[in-house]
């Protein structure tokens, strides 16, 4: 076990939080009518899950690690995707009203972003704390 461990269940929970806090479904979506921002976001959340489910399933090349070939899989296509989210949110932080629903996730989920992100670098980190076995998006929640 690595010294940091105890950090993971704490701030692995952060990607989890930060997509029900932020953006909860897309049926809250129906709450902000004739917004399409929220879909949007979940749209990057759904990619950065289904990336995940594609590392779980890497297979590692010689001499690699688990671990290792998990960072490499994320570094190479979940890395992508949080960059477009960072700069689709910095374009539509300054657009929206501070404390509405959609500046108020937009607000939550900058202030996040290291916890977000940290997954990315470490192949044992979760994206969140509930190991991918549950990470489905859909608009009623479940599986």
Request: a positive charge; proline letters at 8%.
């Amino acid at each position: 076990m690595r010294a940091s461990s105890p950090s993971h269940g704490h701030h692995g929970r952060r990607g989890r939080r930060t997509r029900r806090k932020a953006f909860p479904s897309t049926s809250s979506a129906a709450s902000w009518p004739g917004n399409p921002r929220p879909t949007q976001a979940l749209r990057f959340f759904e990619q950065l899950y289904w990336v995940e489910r594609q590392a779980r399933n890497e297979i590692p090349d010689d001499g690699e690690t688990r671990d290792d070939c998990i960072r490499r899989f994320r570094q190479q296509h979940s890395v992508p995707i949080l960059q477009a989210l960072k700069a689709w949110l910095d374009d539509i932080a300054p657009k929206v009203l501070p404390d509405s629903k959609l500046g108020d996730a937009v607000s939550y989920t900058l202030n996040q972003w290291g916890y977000l992100t940290r997954y990315t670098e470490d192949g044992s980190m979760p994206i969140d704390n509930n190991l991918l076995v549950s990470a489905k998006l859909t608009p009623s929640g479940a599986a």
